[in-house]
């Protein structure tokens, strides 16, 4: 069965500080991995996606994220995190059992200024 | 390009009635699928459709239930409502042709409370 784990319900950096919010998966299949973020009171907004192009991912907002097969992993940085970036993130994979994303719990980030 | 638009965006109702939601995807997709957010489950598949299909449902009572229009909009419907059905409902759209590949675009979502 797939997966996808999120490590840290929470996590609080200050503004100018790096960012790293993890992610580990399990996947039968080659796997396709996304990070979405949520704004309060909004839906999810695509921030970056894998697709077996090239391990290291850019997306928008200044995040990026490396996909490693030998961990299972697709952690997300962000060099240097503004109080925008406070928001809630999370990983997901499509699942092979039809049309269907899964989701990790998601990893809330707080800002301090 | 316009995004996903669901309507309304929150909606409030007692015990035991009804409700519908709607979707309308980005234009030219023709896969919408439904989640349910709360702080609890998080993020859980209710169901996708394609070309007026579904093609793929959740672990969710038959009390929820869907269908999708020729023009690819969709709605959701929940019957005699639980205090537990209290949730942002999410709608995305995707082009749906590719299983592994598809990415999804999620609208802003209904914020269904249940009194």
Same mark, same amino acid.
């Given at each position: ?59 928008i907002n200044g995040f ?50 | 390009?316009?995004?996903? @638009? !669901? ?7 007692? %015990? ?5 939601? &709607?979707? $309308? ?27 007026? @299909? !579904? ?7 038959? %009390? ?5 229009? &020729?023009? $690819? ?27 592994? @590949? ?8 209904? %914020?269904?409370?249940?009194?």
């Open positions: 069965a797939q997966s996808v784990t999120q490590l840290g319900s929470h996590v609080s950096v200050s503004e100018g500080a790096l960012v790293l919010l993890r992610c580990n998966y399990s996947s039968s299949v080659p796997p396709y991995l996304f990070w979405y973020v949520q704004y309060p009171n909004q839906g999810l907004q695509l921030l970056l996606k894998y697709t077996s192009a090239a391990t290291l991912v850019k997306g990026e994220a490396e996909f490693k097969k030998s961990e299972t992993s697709f952690h997300l940085t962000k060099p240097s995190a503004h109080m925008s970036d406070a928001a809630e993130y999370f990983c997901a994979l499509n699942g092979d059992g039809g049309f269907k994303t899964i989701f990790g719990a998601g990893t809330r980030l707080f800002v301090k200024a | 390009k316009a995004g996903v @638009t !669901q309507t309304p965006r929150y909606l409030i109702k007692t %015990r035991g009635q009804q409700v519908t939601l &709607s979707c $309308s995807p980005i234009s030219g997709h023709r896969s919408v699928s439904w989640y349910q957010q709360t702080p609890g489950q998080g993020l859980q598949f209710l169901f996708e459709y394609f070309s007026e @299909t !579904q093609r793929n449902k959740g672990n969710f009572p038959g %009390r929820f239930s869907g269908r999708q229009f &020729s023009n $690819s909009r969709s709605e959701m419907n929940v019957s005699t409502l639980e205090l537990g059905d209290s949730a942002l409902y999410l709608c995305a759209s995707s082009w749906g042709l590719a299983e592994l @590949t598809d990415t999804q675009y999620f609208g802003p979502g209904t %914020r269904l409370t249940v009194l």
